[in-house]
C-alpha cells in the first residue's frame, strides 16, 4: 500500500513535533510554512550585531516526555541550561540588593535556551520530510471524502492529501477550518493577545546587577541580556538585549508604527532598570500579533472531517512550548489511529 500523504501548516514546535511522528512511521509529510525559516515563535534575528531571540527566552519541562526531549536536545547540543541572574516584580534598579536576585537553579524550574540560539531548539525534530517555507496556506479544499487539496497566497495548488494538520495560531487556524465543518467553531473562542517585542543593542554593557526582569514594570513583562555577564566576558560590546511589552501594552499600541514603539520601550527600560541607558547602537521592534495565550482550548487538539483534519497547537493547551509539544504530539497519533489504526 502507498504510504499515506499528509500535509502540516506550520512549522514551529507543535507542527514539527507531528511531522516528526507522522514521518516516524512512514507516512509521508509535507510541512508548509509561511516563513522564511523553521521554529515559529522559537524565533532568533539575525543581525551584523550578533543573534537576538525576539520570540520565545527559554523553556521549562514539567512532563517526563517533554524532559526527555529535552535531554536529548541537550545531548545534540542543541539546547543548554540557562541560569540568569533573575529579578522579579517591581524591584528592578540598579544597585538592587542581593535579596532581590535569584537564580533559576532548583529541579523544578530549570530554564533552557536553544544552543547558540533559540531556534535549535527545534533541530531533534528535523527528519528528512519536506519543508516548503514563504508558503502561506489560504484555503483547504475537499476533494472527495478523504482527499484535501492546499491553495496558498501565490495561486499555487498542493496535494492530494489523506490529511491535514494545522497548527497555525488559533484566529488563522479558525479562518481555514471554519469554512470545511462546524465542528471547528470552538477554536474561535480560544484567546490569544499580541506581543511588541525590542530588540537593542548597547555600545556598552548595561550597568546592572541582573541578566533578566520578569514583569519590572506594567509595561513590560520580560526584558533580558541575550546571553549572561559571562558572554560580556568574551563579548564585551555590543550588549544585546530583549524585551517583551506586555499583553495589555501591547494590545493598546498594537497598530502604532515600529519607530514609536521603540522610542516608548527604550524608556521603559531605562525606568524598569534604574540604570544609566548605554549609548544606542541599534534598536529594532516586531509585533506578535498573536504571541501568547489568554484562554486556550482546554484540550490537545481537535479533529474533523472524519478525523483527517485536525487542529493542534500551544493554544490548545496553554502558553507554553511544551504545550506546543504536547500537542503536536497528541494530534500526529489521532492522525494515525484514524488512518491506520
Known amino acids: 500500500m502507498a504510504p499515506m500523504n499528509i500535509a502540516v501548516i506550520g512549522a514551529g514546535m507543535a507542527g514539527l513535533r507531528a511531522a516528526a511522528t507522522l514521518h516516524a512511521v512512514g507516512f509521508c509529510v509535507t510541512v ?12 532568533t534575528r539575525r543581525t551584523e550585531l550578533g543573534n537576538f531571540n525576539h520570540g520565545a527566552q527559554y523553556v521549562t519541562a514539567l512532563h517526563p516526555e517533554f524532559q526527555s526531549f529535552l535531554q536529548q536536545a541537550e545531548h545534540q547540543k542543541s539546547v543548554r541550561k540557562w541560569q540568569p541572574h533573575l529579578l522579579r516584580g517591581e524591584k528592578a534598579t540598579a544597585g538592587a540588593p542581593a535579596s532581590a536576585l535569584k537564580r533559576t537553579n532548583t529541579a523544578a524550574d530549570i530554564w ?16 528528512p520530510f519536506e ?20 491553495h496558498d497566497d501565490l495561486d499555487g495548488e498542493f496535494g492530494p ?30 484567546e490569544m493577545a499580541p506581543c511588541w517585542a525590542a530588540m537593542i543593542a548597547f555600545a556598552k554593557p548595561l550597568p546592572t546587577a541582573f541578566d533578566a526582569m520578569i514583569h519590572p514594570d506594567p509595561a513590560i513583562s520580560w526584558a533580558a541580556r541575550n546571553g549572561d555577564h559571562r558572554d560580556l566576558i568574551h ?12 499583553p495589555e501594552w501591547s494590545r493598546d499600541h498594537l497598530e502604532e508604527d515600529k519607530e514609536r514603539i521603540a522610542f516608548l520601550l527604550l524608556e521603559k527600560l531605562h525606568k524598569a532598570s ?47 512550548v511544551e504545550a506546543a509539544w504536547r500537542s503536536g504530539k497528541c494530534a500526529a497519533h489521532a492522525m494515525i489511529e484514524t488512518l491506520i489504526g
Open 161 to 190: 492529501f489523506d490529511g491535514v494538520i494545522i497548527t497555525a495560531p488559533a484566529p488563522q487556524t479558525a479562518e481555514l477550518l471554519q469554512p470545511l465543518a462546524p465542528r471547528f467553531d470552538p477554536i474561535a473562542d480560544v
Open 112 to 127: 533552557y535556551q536553544g544552543s547558540p540560539q533559540m531556534n535549535k531548539l527545534i533541530t531533534p525534530l528535523l527528519d
Open 131 to 150: 519543508i516548503r517555507k514563504e508558503h502561506r496556506i489560504t484555503c483547504i479544499e475537499t476533494a472527495g471524502p478523504r482527499s484535501f487539496i492546499l
Open 274 to 320: 534604574g540604570a544609566k541607558l548605554p549609548d544606542v547602537v541599534s534598536i529594532n521592534t516586531h509585533r506578535w500579533r498573536y504571541a501568547r495565550t489568554i484562554k486556550p482550548l482546554g484540550k490537545s487538539h481537535l479533529s474533523g472531517m472524519n478525523g483527517r483534519v485536525i487542529a493542534a497547537g500551544d493554544w490548545c493547551l496553554g502558553a507554553r
Open 235 to 246: 563579548r564585551p560590546s555590543p550588549d544585546l538585549w530583549v524585551l517583551h511589552a506586555s
Open 32 to 43: 508548509f510554512e509561511k516563513s522564511r525559516g523553521a521554529g515559529g515563535r522559537l524565533a
